[in-house]
């Protein structure tokens, strides 16, 4: 590993807190420019679609180059990759703040970041499982995915302190000062280590990887508003599938391959990708409509929003460091199904929401939701991590990220569509609009498809005096919105359900996830 084993075991728990700060750098920037994005639209003259690009191209870049950065940190080291991404994220992020001017600029540099992000991600959890014996591996686990569980509510927290307080470029402010602290404790501390074989590399596996990846990433992104039978969703999406085809044939049967087909046959590593990629589609979507719901239905600003938020890791955080004990006596396979059934239960407690209900009820709901994830990520991480061999750390770690990325994407735009058809049928246009003489001529549609428009010009009726239809309209709106949100819980749950079943009947009840598919 480039140090003694003995100087490495003496620092494991200094590597960890390492690897944790770096993972929490690459999950702040998913989601801190979001909260930017109406200074980026103001300050640049951005539209829709480039808003929508400057979120996206860091998904589709980092989702689609895991599994090749995670084999390349194998082949060349995975402290190299770490240190590698870091210092991308930061100079971008540096470079950004300073110099962007347009929209382009941002588009360009938040793909550059997600680039770095795929490095540093897979990196953080192959480091941790090399560094940590076995008996204490589950603990280490859990701790890292308490603190991947904060970093998307610390991000939106983050974002909108730094926003409502400066402007759009304090948001990439703050990625250089905290990855110069990683990056020099990590020169230091942060053992090396790689695939000890040296083994060739599988670039045409890289290729269909990346292809694969990214195409279906991005069908899924866009299939809510380009519609999912569109001539785009469906022609990258049936792209992304083909190549996903090919990438399993070439994989089966080149002699190096970037990721061992055979690894699927090990139930431990399969149904703890299906575990971590049906939870992420649950969360996910949930933090997507929460948003929505606490800034336009209750009428937070976005750093008040993301402070509610905070129950969420509250009750992630110690059922992930504690998961390995609970695991050691009930089984793997009933703590992840005991945290699907908490995730569901907290679902279908949320259909009960109203626009009245208590802060203190939806504090208790998020609560319930973090603890239900923290059973659930850290078993269903730890087993995909030792259902593999130590010199494919890296791949395993790349393909668990996949699998939140994939889980998590689905469900934003799964559930989102959900949510939208349900507003659109729900949604009663005020009678009196069209005598409004500045509305639009196609203002019901409007309105009928979009909730944060329809609050827009409720607001716009309010501020010109037409008080009674812009109360009306806001009224109407937020009424179809929570019938929208209500449906989405209610398949969340079911999506839960399903998962805990599969989990209960098909996962190892052992931590070492050793039994195969079929046995």
Known sequence: ???????????????????????????????????ALPELSKDLDADNTELQWIMDAYVVVFGGMLLVMGAIGDRFGRKPAL???????????????????????????RAMMGLGAALVMPATLSVIVVVFPPEERGKAVGIWVGMAGIGAPLGLLVGGWAVDNYDWRAVFWINPPIIALAMVLGAFIVPNSKDERESPMDPVGAALSVGALASILYAIIEGP????????????????????????????NVEYPMLPIEFFENRGFTLGLVAISLAFFVMFSFMFTQMLHFQLVRGRTPLEAAVRFLPLPLGLMPMAAN????????GSNNVVAAGLILIATAMLVFTTVEITTEYTTLAMIFFLIGMGMGLTMAPSTNMVMDSIPHDKAGVGSATNDASREVGGAFGIAIVGSALNEIYQREMVVPEGMENVEWLPADYSAIVSE????AMRIGQELLASGNALLGQELIENSRFAFMEGMTGAAIAAAGVALLNAILVKLYMPSGTGGTEELGS
């Open 1 to 35: 590993m480039g140090m003694d084993n003995e100087t490495v075991y003496r620092r494991r728990w200094i590597i960890l807190a390492i690897m944790s700060l770096s993972l929490v750098i690459t999950l702040l920037n998913n989601v801190t420019v979001n909260v």
């Open 323 to 330: 998961s390995d004990r609970f695991c050691a006596r009930f």
């Open 225 to 252: 508003s380009a519609g999912w039978l569109s001539g785009e969703v469906l022609g990258l999406g049936g792209f992304g599938i083909l190549l996903t085809i090919l990438f399993v044939k070439w994989e089966r």
């Open 450 to 453: 979009s909730f944060p428009a």
């Open 83 to 109: 240190m590698g991404g870091l210092a991308i994220v930061g100079l971008v992020s540096a470079i950004t703040a300073q110099y962007a001017s347009t929209s382009e600029h941002v588009m360009g540099a």
